[in-house]
């Protein structure tokens, strides 16, 4: 078993892995990935193209079921429970931000945001509220009507960082979240989820291939061939 990488072994982390293995067919992706992650910490993973990280990141956010290994999140078993469960868990305590947004295309800008607080049941006039206040917060003031395809691709991540964060949930996962960007407004972007989740105290883990993205982060793991192969800290 490989071991578990962690910034504070005395600290109960609120996010761990222990030895994950998961196979796509005959093609390895894990091979003992571990990694412990702490409340608030802002931990990036990152590593080659095809080195496992998002896969990584997916059994983190029970999206994935390892093939063994165990993942916990706030002491309990996550690869473990039903999917109705861990599909509740992410809907209440995690948020999520891809690195093309995935907006829904037939919602606004201001439903898109609503959405996952529509999806646990808040009213539709109570969600929407909600949802406005974002955008003066991340300069997308105006913007609240328009679709995703009236949108620059750095507006419509910042209301895919809006909607990751509305629900004020307790991880974000942001997979790439500035790939699809120019350098400017993936900065903006960077900025504004660090700011929003701190201010939450909210943990993200975030994937990244670009070493200017993961020197935001408190701490950068490195993924290489489906294992935690080194642990490096930010200059930050």
Not at 74 to 91: I, K, N, P, V, Y
Request: proline share 5%.
């Amino acid at each position: 078993m490989s071991a578990v990488v962690s910034v504070n072994p005395s600290v109960t982390p609120l996010l761990e892995a222990r030895d994950l293995h998961l196979s796509f067919g005959d093609t390895p992706a894990l091979r003992g990935a571990s990694v412990a992650i702490e409340r608030g910490e802002l931990l990036a993973i990152m590593g080659p193209s095809g080195s496992g990280k998002s896969t990584l990141l997916h059994c983190l956010a029970g999206i994935l079921v390892p093939d063994s290994g165990e993942v916990h999140f706030d002491g309990a078993r996550l690869d473990t429970m039903r999917e109705a469960h861990r599909s509740a868990l992410r809907r209440r305590r995690f948020g999520f931000v891809f690195q093309f947004g995935q907006l829904v295309p037939e919602l606004t800008a201001e439903e898109n945001v609503a959405l996952p607080l529509l999806l646990n049941g808040t009213g539709r006039g109570a969600a929407l509220n909600e949802a406005r206040g974002w955008f003066d917060r991340l300069d997308l003031g105006g913007l609240e009507k328009r679709r995703s395809g009236e949108l620059s691709g750095g507006q419509a991540q910042r209301v895919a960082l809006a909607r990751g964060l509305v629900a004020k949930p307790d991880v974000v996962f942001a997979d790439e979240p500035t790939g699809s960007l120019d350098s400017l407004a993936g900065e903006q972007v960077m900025e504004l989820l660090i700011g929003a989740a701190r201010d939450q105290g909210a943990t993200v883990v975030l994937v990244t291939h670009e070493p200017r993205i993961a020197a935001y982060a408190d701490r950068e793991i490195i993924v290489r061939d489906g294992t935690v192969a080194s642990l490096l800290r930010s200059p930050r």
